[in-house]
């Protein structure tokens, strides 16, 4: 019943959490410190992915660190090691609070203008190519339409009105919307197939300057030379409301390209990324995370 583990499994069924899941933790850890305004997310690194079984909960471990910057943020899920409990690292970040410098608003005809090829168009919601290799659940129908020129790409996203209730319960970047607003222009990588699931590695830089509304406009640019037939590409990314206003932007979105089979099948342990901690420290909180717990 949680939705943000169900609608994201892959083929096999196995839930993760989406790479996105880790911005909105970011974002709720922040808005529970006391920082409310813009704030920018900073070499946000992905370790390893969480899976959680159906059957099983796991703990989860959000954590902010008073840094000269702002805040050091560490996601860390439970783990057996040696036969004792430890918390292995899964993302991490740096979170910068305060304001951030005015962008001008943004006219999507002017983009559409630019991109003529491959348009597309389904107020039922756009299939995503990365649908061949993960399940998602119907939050993750977003996509209306798309249009491509060169190097550069516009959609236009809305999540489903039955779902629009999330932001009235406090979701600060929606994670299925940020998920397909920000993956969705594949077809930018030269030779792109979908062949080969392709997953985040990193973001190198992510302004916040207010929360998602259900409607936006996404704007997607090729940052390198993106071949499929590289092991990463790169891409920025602006997302914006549909009255032109930014509401967040990408610099430097990493993704992987996957060749080995078996994704979603559990991670091993790498000792060095292991914290031994057996009870929470002081002013610290723990949860559980299930696919069953709303």
Known sequence: DRWIL?????????????G??????AAQALRANGETGPFTVEDLYFFRPLEVDDDKARDLRVRLLRSDEGYRFE????????????????????????PLAPVANIDPQAL?????AHREED?????????????????WRVLQSTAFGEGEAVARLRLPAAFEVDLQQGYLLHPALLDLATGWAMRLIQGYAPDHLWVPVSYRQLRVHRPLPAGIWSWVRNAQDNR??????????????????????????SIRR????????PSPIDPREVEFDEAPRAGEAGHKLSPGEE
Do not use: M, W
């Not at 559409?112 to 003529?116: D, E, F, G, I, T």
């Open 6 to 18: 169900d609608g994201h499994r892959t083929k096999a069924g196995q839930a993760l959490l989406p």
């Open 123 to 139: 107020p039922a919601g756009i299939r995503s190519p990365q649908e061949v290799h993960l399940n998602f659940g119907p939050r």
């Open 258 to 265: 996957l060749n080995e089979a078996g994704f979603g099948t």
């Open 228 to 253: 499929a037939d590289s092991p990463f590409a790169v891409f920025d990314v602006t997302l914006f409301d549909e009255q032109g206003q930014v509401c967040v932007e990408v610099e430097g979105f």
């Open 75 to 98: 996601v860390r899920s439970d783990c057996r090691l040696d036969g004792r409990t430890g918390f292995q690292l899964n993302a991490q970040a740096t979170l910068v609070p305060g």
């Open 112 to 116: 559409l203008a630019r991109c003529p």
């Open 20 to 25: 996105t899941g880790y911005l909105e933790l």
